[in-house]
């Protein structure tokens, strides 16, 4: 299968978010991110707009009855910028978590 996006990591929050998981959600975690890279239209159960926040999607990741999240943007359309990642608890995305993920995407095309 071919890739279709390109992944960059920014800075290092996604890669200690995805150190501190189990290996299940570490390997369920890789599939997203692979669906994401091949896939020209990625479902919804696995992207989504977060709301309010221009260029801010989340990336949903389900392991068991565990929820996580990590923020990310586009950059020319092709390219996946992640940021920070976080096991969701309650059924609203934390404000903070949205904050800190506005906070790198701007620094992030300020920084280009």
């Known amino acids: 299968m071919e890739q279709t996006r390109e ?3 920014y800075r290092h929050y996604f890669q200690e978010f995805f150190d501190r998981q189990t290996e299940k959600v570490k390997e369920k975690i890789d599939f997203v991110l692979f669906v994401l890279t091949h896939t020209d239209r990625v479902p919804e ?3 989504k707009h977060i709301e309010g926040q221009k260029g801010l999607y989340e990336i949903r990741v389900e392991s068991g009855s565990n929820i996580f999240r ?3 943007c586009f950059d020319k359309g092709k390219v996946v910028v992640l940021f920070n990642g976080f096991q969701k608890k309650t059924q609203k995305t934390p404000k903070d978590e949205i904050k ?3 906070k790198l995407m701007n620094e992030y095309f300020d920084n280009k």
């Open 7 to 9: 992944l960059i990591f």
């Open 45 to 47: 159960k696995f992207l």
């Open 70 to 72: 990590v923020f990310c």
């Open 100 to 102: 800190f993920a506005v």
